[in-house]
């Protein structure tokens, strides 16, 4: 069974950073591309970042740039959500995903990241 | 990148049929036919129901079923039941290599 479990949310101050976490099991965790998306409360989904199964291929989506690196450790089955510069407008639950080419397959529960001063 | 447009809200009773439109741009459906859809009820994950168009994941009742024409895709629910009820979510790979989603639609099941 595929399992996604999110972690590292919580509060943080405007101007901080916050490193997210996701443990992955039960499938071949090198073999795929991973996906962050997350869903500020009460909004919709927006997709936020995506790595290759190797790490060598990123990609953002525009309001993150510069201030998210995703990255992931195959050997730790884990990818990682690295957050700097919050603002208001990142809080959001975000989600680990499974998928990032053709579909995004397997979904987590999320961890809530609150920005706020 | 724009999001895809969605009708905020339909509603259907039980046993009924309900078509969800999702609507992009050349940019978006026209390249790839990467169009997914995703049912999150209240307080959980969203949870994938059709894939590549029209594509059932394994579990995915064949009550669901996908389409798409031109630069609309939709989502039919056939003989609509209670647990049916939530929000749906379409969603596009790009020409940019990244996924945008629709805004949502809520579905009630009267």
């Known amino acids: 069974e595929v399992q996604l479990v999110e972690s590292g949310g919580g509060l943080v101050q405007p101007g901080g950073s916050l490193r997210l976490s996701c443990a992955a099991s039960?499938?071949?965790?090198?073999?795929?591309?991973m996906s962050w998306v997350r869903q500020a409360p009460g909004k919709g989904l927006e997709w936020v970042a995506k790595?290759?199964?190797?790490?060598?291929?990123?990609f953002y989506v525009d309001p993150v740039k510069g201030r998210f690196t995703i990255s992931r450790d195959n050997a730790k089955n884990s990818l990682y959500l690295q957050m700097n510069s919050l603002r208001g407008d990142d809080t959001a639950v975000y989600y680990c995903?499974?998928?990032?080419?053709?579909?995004?397959?397997?979904w987590g529960q999320g961890t809530l990241v609150t920005v706020t001063s | 990148q724009s999001a895809l447009t969605q009708p905020p809200s339909m509603s259907g009773s039980p046993g009924q049929s309900v078509a969800l439109s999702c609507t992009g741009t050349s940019s978006d459906f026209g390249i790839y036919n990467r169009v997914s859809w995703y049912q999150q009820p209240p307080g959980t994950a969203p949870k994938l129901v059709i894939y590549?168009?029209?594509n059932r994941p394994s579990g995915v009742p064949d009550r669901f079923s996908g389409s798409k024409s031109g630069n609309t895709a939709s989502l039919t629910i056939s003989g609509l039941q209670a647990e049916d009820e939530g929000d749906y979510y379409c969603?596009?790979?790009?020409?940019?290599?990244?996924?945008?989603f629709g805004g949502g639609t809520k579905l009630t099941v009267l």
């Open positions: 039960g499938f071949t965790f090198s073999t795929y591309w």
């Open positions: 995903v499974r998928g990032g080419e053709v579909v995004l397959r397997y």
């Open positions: 590549e168009v029209s």
């Open positions: 790595i290759k199964n190797d790490g060598s291929e990123k």
């Open positions: 969603s596009s790979y790009t020409s940019t290599n990244t996924w945008v």
